[in-house]
């Protein structure tokens, strides 16, 4: 039979190197197959098969005629080359099952032997590839790196299945125990593929990342498996903790991520299963937060009921409601964001802050209609509480969805309006008689002595706000500041007096410049940051002096421009104090301060909004 040239060229080195064709000369005495063997020298071994096959099977295409003798005194055979094939591989395949437990160096190298022997017999399936099935080996293609890598997978799922229940662990779920076990499980394995197994393999094979795609399927298997049954809140909150929190945290270990692509997993759970699991941690949650909100409402009423005040600490009223309902709600959230991965998903539970406060506002509600003893101090308290709600919403925007933010911070603003009225109401009503002489005649002759007995008086009143909070006292001043100012421009506004000459208004502007500095004085000291108030008085003031009407319309333009809610029939009201401003030049001004007006409207910026002023002096 003629040599087939492709084996020719394919074993040509054979036929060169074989001692039975060449003459004999003294060789070293190499290692046999079953020492290498035993030695784990399995790359060795390996070639030591690949070569008796390439000579086996270069002398069954020549075996006939010529070379017939040759193959009968050829000690091989198909047989026992299958055999020692079979207990090559097996050597290889123990080796392979000890990856994960490997202890010392010298197994490292083991491993690694294996490793290379295997890709080695894969090199000998690619050049086997160019033959015929019939002229191939009966055992090729052996496609020994599939078999590694099934080998692997269920390496992978016998150590996930054998893992133990951690008996250190103390936890109330059968299931919350399997899921942390296994967890644990895949970790301490990856980083063993970190430290021990990975040098055993070339860098392009990437086993790093077959392990962790191994332990993912393996991981997901089960969590699906757990997922598809019923599950009771406790063990549907650790399910999906591990899902989104604790596998993503393995994965981006500092050790683990530089080696893996958490990126090109599949999810752990499908959205199919996630969903369901959500909603039931996020009814479970949202119903634990709305019950003990309610709870804490309901003790602070039954204490207000009782006729209790709240507890004064560092001479300020003190109410722990705030601080605890913050704590529950941002708990909750922040939680809720770490269980489902996902901050926006976690928004659903603000809501609950939301239904907390309309009916904390109820309760405020109650407190004011009641007029109890304690009302005044328990009203405090529950100021400082909507400070620090206030402060908490402002925070943290990104824990709360924008409807929500607006719904809170409106329910918050119409409960500290509320209650800054109830407080400040009872001040006007004590000093509603010196209000009333408030731009009369008296005043006139004595504007700096009737001052003083209404600051003096004020002084007495706002000594009780001093047991609010810092921030809460100098808001609530800050109205009060604003009120009487108001209050002092509506007195006067009212015309019980006519200043006919410029002499009785210029001393009319200077009773009123005097007034703003003893006003600005006494209410600063209290407490009131309103500091732009200071200029009202004076900048009236300068109306009154001035005598010419264009000269009036100009500062008039000017005072429109920082006070957008100063009116035409403020205006009217103040100009009508010049009793030798005549009415064709009162309609004159105002017709020219209304179109001005207009044109200011449209370039107003919004800004200047917080300075609205005369929209609370009521004429």
């Not at 069954?60 to 017939?68: A, D, F, L, W, Y």
């Not at 032997?113 to 191939?136: G, N, P, T």
């Not at 591990?242 to 994965?251: A, D, G, K, T």
Request: aromatic fraction near 8%; include cysteine.
């Amino acid at each position: 039979m003629a040599t087939n040239p492709k084996m020719k060229e394919k074993f040509g080195k054979f036929f060169k190197r074989n001692p039975k064709m060449q003459k004999s000369r003294p060789t070293p005495e190499v290692p046999t197959f079953k020492q290498n063997l035993q030695a784990c020298r399995f790359v060795e071994a390996g070639q030591q098969l690949i070569t008796r096959e390439d000579r086996l099977f270069v002398l069954k295409q020549e075996g006939i005629g010529t070379k017939k003798k040759l193959l009968e005194e050829e000690e091989d055979s198909e047989a026992k080359l299958a055999k020692d094939y079979e207990d090559w591989l097996e050597s290889v395949r123990r080796m392979l099952e000890n990856s994960l437990s490997l202890k010392c160096t010298d197994e490292q190298e083991a491993l690694r032997e294996a490793v290379q022997a295997i890709l080695q017999d894969e090199e000998q399936d690619k050049r086997w590839e160019v033959f015929d099935k019939k002229e191939q080996p009966p055992w090729r293609p052996r496609h020994c790196k599939k078999y590694h890598d099934a080998l692997l997978e269920r390496l992978v799922q016998s150590r996930m299945e054998e893992t133990q229940l951690d008996s250190s662990v103390n936890l109330h779920s059968s299931v919350q125990n399997y899921i942390i076990s296994k967890g644990k499980q895949l970790k301490e394995d990856l980083l063993k593929v970190m430290t021990w197994v990975s040098s055993c393999y070339p860098e392009q094979e990437n086993v790093c990342q077959f392990y962790a795609m191994l332990y993912h399927q393996t991981f997901s298997a089960k969590l699906r498996g757990i997922a598809q049954y019923g599950l009771c809140d406790d063990d549907c909150f650790l399910l999906l903790h591990w899902v989104n929190y604790h596998y993503p945290s393995i994965l981006n270990d500092v050790k683990i991520k530089e080696v893996i692509d958490h990126t090109k997993l599949d999810l752990l759970l499908p959205e199919e299963m996630i969903r369901p699991l959500e909603r039931q941690f996020l009814t479970s949650k949202e119903n634990e937060v709305s019950t003990w909100l309610h709870r804490a409402l309901t003790r602070e009423e039954t204490s207000w009921k009782e006729g209790a005040f709240p507890e004064i600490r560092n001479q300020m009223y003190t109410c722990p409601l705030a601080i605890d309902v913050i704590e529950c709600i941002h708990g909750s959230v922040t939680s809720a964001q770490e269980v489902l991965g996902d901050g926006t998903k976690a928004w659903s539970i603000t809501c609950e802050m939301s239904n907390f406060l309309k009916e904390y506002k109820s309760f405020n509600d109650k407190v004011i209609k009641a007029k109890q003893k304690n009302t005044e101090a328990v009203l405090m308290a529950n100021l400082s509480c909507i400070t620090h709600f206030r402060e908490y919403i402002l925070k943290n925007a990104d824990l709360v969805p924008e409807s929500i933010k607006t719904d809170c911070l409106s329910l918050l603003t119409t409960m500290r309006e509320g209650s800054h009225h109830y407080l400040t109401a009872y001040v006007h009503k004590d000093l509603k008689e010196l209000y009333r002489r408030l731009g009369s005649n008296n005043w006139l002759k004595d504007s700096e002595g009737i001052c003083e007995e209404l600051l003096a008086k004020f002084g007495r009143h706002i000594q009780k706000f001093h047991n609010l909070d810092r921030k809460s006292c100098q808001e609530l001043l800050g109205r009060l500041h604003k009120e009487f100012l108001a209050e002092y421009v509506r007195r006067m506004m009212k015309q019980k007096i006519r200043l006919a000459d410029k002499e009785k208004q210029q001393k009319a502007a200077a009773r009123l410049c005097k007034d703003s500095e003893s006003i600005h004085a006494c209410m600063t000291a209290a407490g009131s940051s309103m500091d732009w108030l200071k200029d009202i008085l004076p900048q009236l003031a300068g109306l009154l002096k001035l005598q010419d009407p264009d000269s009036i319309k100009l500062e008039l333009v000017n005072l429109l421009r920082e006070y957008p809610d100063f009116s035409e029939h403020h205006i009217s009201a103040w100009l009508r104090l010049k009793a030798n401003l005549s009415a064709s030049d009162l309609k004159r001004i105002l017709k020219s301060i209304a179109c001005s007006q207009d044109k200011l409207n449209e370039e107003q910026d919004l800004l200047q909004l917080s300075k609205s002023f005369f929209s609370t002096v009521r004429i």
